[in-house]
């Protein structure tokens, strides 16, 4: 059974952590993904080196490029300073996290970093120990229009699947695609150029041939169902998928929301933003602002039935501060739930299913009740 032990370094967001993990989780099957949010990988300062990049057409290459491509980076001024660090380092702090945690020699150790590397490659794989991989977190907003997590947990996917295909790092920089065909295993040289990989989720025949019985197919399967997902709402996220309607909204046993239409898209909210979310479901004609006090006992025992921290008085205090009519609480949770319905189905999409109304007036969800069901 493939396990992948993802880890990142001190410089990456918790939030952006969490979506890569979610997306990858998403989707069962018997490839698991491991990680410990509270074990964080500092990479020490005096490894780190600050290198000035000429040109966008730097700013793109990979280390050894091997043809030319037109740039597409228009957002930054040359020359651009970073820090970076090697790939040797990158790699030992996979094996310090190894013996740290007893991590078996037959499961992936991938460390997602926020600081560039010497090569300036987005991910690798580790030619002594092909288990250890990194993935680079930034710059994404140069090349694709949507969270980084989907072109980071892609490069999950990749990593993995290149670990199997491949013996040894000059047999992959070889057979790898080096002219994209929307195959996983396209080198990329512009990271622009993953968009295509992404758009397709598929393995071309060829790297087909290279994974038999080098894993199997159940495992395969869940590979390509993963990045199947990842594409789906890569392209909702890109409102791609605008013209569809409006889909079905679960809210399970245990509070969690999923988009059933949409690739099983969770939206993730937390307990307090779920709970106003919840009572507005519960009022097709809408409720004003204004009148939230009027609802102080509905929203804390929906509240209760899913928060599992604090003590009762402070769930009461929570909502005492929410329903405040002098309180901006109410106004940041609703800003919230819009925000994380937008980056997953886009922003046409995302209006049947968020808070909205005119400063003074009702605010409602559009949502046909129909379309919502809750266990």
């Known amino acids: 059974m493939i396990k992948v032990h993802l880890v990142k370094s001190s410089e990456v967001s918790p939030e952006l952590f969490t979506q890569v993990i979610d997306l990858l989780q998403a989707v069962p099957g018997p490839m698991t993904f491991y990680c410990n949010h509270e074990d964080v990988v500092n990479i020490n300062l005096d490894e780190r080196f600050i ?7 730097d700013f793109e290459k990979k280390e050894m490029m091997l043809s030319e491509c037109r740039s597409y980076v228009s957002k930054l001024s040359f020359p651009h300073e ?8 990158l790699f030992k702090n996979c094996n310090k996290y190894r013996r740290k945690n007893s991590v078996k020699e037959n499961e992936f150790v991938i460390i997602l970093t926020k600081i560039a590397n010497d090569k300036n490659w987005f991910a690798c794989l580790d030619e002594s120990n092909p288990f250890n991989g990194f993935i680079h977190t930034a710059d994404w907003q140069y090349y694709i229009d949507c969270s980084a997590a989907f072109p980071i947990a892609y490069e999950v996917m990749a990593l993995v699947l290149q670990k199997h295909m491949f013996n040894g790092f000059i047999d992959l920089r070889t057979a790898v695609h080096q002219s994209p065909i929307g195959c996983v295993n396209d080198l990329c040289i512009h990271k622009k150029e993953i968009i295509l990989k992404l758009r397709t989720a598929d393995i071309c025949r060829k790297c087909m041939e290279l994974l038999q019985d080098k894993i199997t197919m159940p495992e395969i399967h869940h590979a390509l169902s993963i990045m199947n997902s990842l594409r789906e709402k890569m392209l909702f996220a890109q409102n791609f998928g605008q013209s569809k309607p409006p889909g079905r909204l679960l809210i399970t046993s245990g509070k969690k929301f999923f988009l059933t239409d949409f690739g099983n898209i969770e939206i993730k909210l937390r307990p307090l933003e779920k709970a106003i979310y919840i009572l507005f479901l519960k009022y097709p004609e809408g409720i004003y602002h204004s009148s939230l006090s009027d609802h102080r006992e509905e929203l804390y025992e929906i509240y209760t039935r899913i928060s599992t921290t604090g003590d009762l008085h402070e769930m009461k205090e929570r909502i005492d501060d929410m329903v405040n009519a ?8 609703m800003s919230r739930i819009k925000r994380v319905f937008e980056e997953a189905i886009g922003t046409e999409l995302a209006k049947f299913y968020y808070i909205k109304g ?14 919502l069901t809750i266990e």
Do not use: F, H, N, Y
């Not at 290198?51 to 057409?57: A, L």
């Not at 002098?326 to 949770?333: E, F, G, I, P, R």
């Open 82 to 89: 970073r820090e970076e660090v090697t790939w040797k380092t």
């Open 51 to 57: 290198k000035t990049v000429q040109t966008k057409e």
């Open 326 to 333: 002098l309180s901006d609480s109410a106004s940041q949770k």
């Open 358 to 371: 005119d400063p003074g007036k009702v605010k409602s969800i559009a949502l046909d009740r129909k379309l």
